[in-house]
């Protein structure tokens, strides 16, 4: 973890420094490219930050680029929430594009890879290709159509655009090496033949270019200087820079980095589908999942976000990040943006007996010891409170400075008070703590210096607001959900007991009014955040309603420590 100012600088800050200096370019101009098949997640915000992030540095530019060259599995829907998420993080994009765009023009270099003799049209099925292709121990097989005319080959490709043979039944495929070591230079596929409308250009084509074929072509046309992509792509980046070189375009440069992969999380989006629609989680935003709107919900903010990503840098191999380093950025954060308010979770009744009965005062509670500039509150105060049924114990064991008999606390902001007898139910819990207080202690200092030992938080029983506190753990109980037993899935890793509901929460009035008014934050609808004094951060979950509050818990205070 690097801190001071003085950062190195990453593989990717070396070379483009090194490509300005040397005049390769002027400026720079990168892409983010997702497939719009999916929301995004947490490892997409690492390549927005990377892309957005190395732009601004570098007085460059970003473009949003849908890479939407499969019509089967992409929608509107997650254009859409693309762009809000992006917006969200705090990034614009110069111009936003489509592959799809860009269909004629890739047809068009297609025809000119055929007229050059380095692109043919297969009749093979694809199992056919697939086994004809060789192993990286063995040669491929020449397909049996590899020798077609040029003539023959613009025919039959003209063909398959016009709609004349049926799905699968054909492909065309560069004609480069069967037997080249990188097994990505066997006779590639460009083209494949699918009739399915495209949720941009409906039924207007029905063959579609291959990811290999379309995405270094996508970046020469805006004139992409750096093209940044994860490391699994490394074995594309000679059959990236061969189709460019055949066309002779605009010669962007592909660069490779880690991936991010986070521990007790799946990332792949089909993982990512298949626990939404079957109903794993209550949707792509359940604050359990690692999607950006997720995050969101679960009252992550921006900043957090792109401190993390800041924080975990970019390496050139792949490892795996600690949850907890996500929490920590957030926590971060929030402590110093996030006001206080107090909130009794799992709520039992304090009476202080000697608090005159229909007395009610105003105390002055701090809203941020972290931010002057936020101020300070009044917290009503009377004879009936709510205290955290964990704060206190009839019989404590030592060391332990909460409420107790006979034992001293002061309430927050409050007094101090002295627990003298508990009131019980039939089944022996708990259902009222009587207490004494000092009426000299108010504002929680005793005028004769004697102090205690603990402090807990309270809110006034009359004034309370009912509230649902939604508790998080988890998703999955193992460190690397993907990793199934045999006969399991990823699914089998689930933690049961990831979502805990509290139904009667207690919270001091205000927290009315502070929620009163949406927040929009970077043009997106976002949640409003609270520390909740000694219990953790807390926001507004969209369930609420003015009737009914619903808070989720972003994260504790301090680190939880899994098994
Ligand atoms: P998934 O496997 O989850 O479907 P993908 O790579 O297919 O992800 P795309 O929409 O194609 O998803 O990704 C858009 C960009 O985000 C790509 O440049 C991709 O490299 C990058 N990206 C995706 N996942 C990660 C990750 N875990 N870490 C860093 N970058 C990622
Ligand atoms: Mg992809």
Known sequence: MEENNEKQLNFLEEIIERGLKEGT????????????????????????????????????????RFDDTNPVKEDTEYVESIQNDIRWLGFEWAGIHYASDYFEQLYEWAEVLIKKGKAYVDDQSLEEIRQNRGTVTSPGVNS???????EENLDLFRRMRAGEFADGSRVLRAKIDMSHPNMMFRDPIMYRILKADHHRTGSKWCIYPMYDYAHGQSDSIENITHSICTLEFDIHRPLYDWFIE?????????????????????????????????????????????????????????????????????????????YSLLEFSLREHLNKVAQRRMAVLDPVKLVIDNYPEGKEELLRAVNNPENEADGTREVPFGRELWIEREDFMENPPKKYFRLSPGTEVRLRYAYFVTAQS??????????????????????????????????????????????????????????????????????????????????????????????????????????????????????????????????????????????
């Open 25 to 64: 370019y002027k400026s720079i101009l990168t892409r983010f490219p997702p497939e719009p098949n999916g929301y995004l997640h947490i490892g997409h915000a690492k390549s927005i930050c990377l892309n957005f992030g190395l732009a601004k540095k570098y007085g460059g530019k970003t473009n949003l």
């Open 144 to 150: 049996p159509y590899r020798d077609r005319t040029v």
């Open 246 to 322: 055949q066309l002779g375009i605009f010669p962007s440069h592909q660069y490779e980095f880690a991936r991010l992969n986070i521990d007790y999380t799946v990332m792949s989006k089909r993982k990512l589908l298949q626990l939404v629609k079957e109903g794993y989680v209550s949707g792509w935003d359940d604050p359990r999942m690692p999607t950006i709107c997720g995050f969101r919900r679960r009252g992550y903010t921006p900043e957090s976000i792109r401190a993390f990503c800041e924080r975990i840098g970019v390496a050139k191999r792949d490892n795996i990040i600690s």
């Open 422 to 563: 508990v009131e019980k139910d039939a089944d022996g819990n708990i259902t009222c703590i009587h207490c004494t207080y000092d009426p000299a202690t108010r504002g929680g200092d005793a005028p004769d210096g004697r102090k205690v030992k603990g402090t807990i938080h309270w809110v006034s029983a009359r004034n309370a607001v009912d509230a649902e506190v939604r508790l998080f753990d988890r998703l999955f109980a193992v460190e690397d959900p993907n990793e199934a037993a045999e006969g399991k899935t990823f699914l089998d890793n689930l933690n049961p007991d990831s979502l805990r509901v509290l139904k009667n929460c207690k919270i001091e009035p205000c927290i009315v009014e502070d929620v009163k008014e949406g927040v929009v934050e970077n043009g997106v609808a976002a949640p409003h955040r609270f520390q909740f004094e000694r219990m953790g951060y807390f926001c507004t979950d969209p369930d609420s309603s003015a009737e009914h509050l619903v808070f989720n818990r972003s994260c504790t205070l301090k680190e939880v420590k899994w098994n």
